[in-house]
């Protein structure tokens, strides 16, 4: 089993920014590759970054791509999203994700889901 708390969310004005933060507790982190899903009111729930078990990859979704920057410290078992220009289509629910199988965007392929955190952007 692994835990995943995300933390950071809040409101912010267009053009500024946020960091996530998603900890873990439980099994072995570095063995997961570790995914950041959000899902937008009347909306179904939507990839936006992943990085493998060592950093090493990363892929984005296009609509946050040059904006958005994932990272991860696995000798403090969290994974962060940093996220810049922020516009308010990107007002969502924010989920980390852990998934055993590597590095996807497959929302199917994540074991492991945190509660969320509200990010709000407004105009």
């Known amino acids: 089993q692994v835990q995943l708390v995300e933390s950071g969310g809040g409101l912010v004005q267009a053009g500024g920014s946020l960091r996530l933060s998603c900890a873990a507790s439980?099994?072995?982190?570095?063995?997961?590759?570790m995914g950041w899903f959000r899902q937008a009111p009347g909306k179904e729930r939507e990839f936006v970054a992943a990085i493998n078990w060592s950093g090493g990859n990363k892929y984005y979704a296009d609509s946050v791509k040059g904006r958005f920057t994932i990272s991860r410290d696995n000798a403090k078992n969290t994974v962060d999203l940093q996220m810049n220009s922020l516009k308010p289509e990107d007002t969502a629910v924010y989920y980390c994700?852990?998934?055993?199988?590597?590095?996807?965007?497959?929302?199917?392929?994540?074991?492991?889901w945190g509660q969320g955190t509200q990010v709000t952007v407004s105009s």
């Open positions: 994700a852990a998934s055993s199988r590597g590095l996807t965007a497959r929302e199917r392929a994540y074991d492991y």
């Open positions: 439980g099994r072995s982190f570095s063995g997961y590759a």
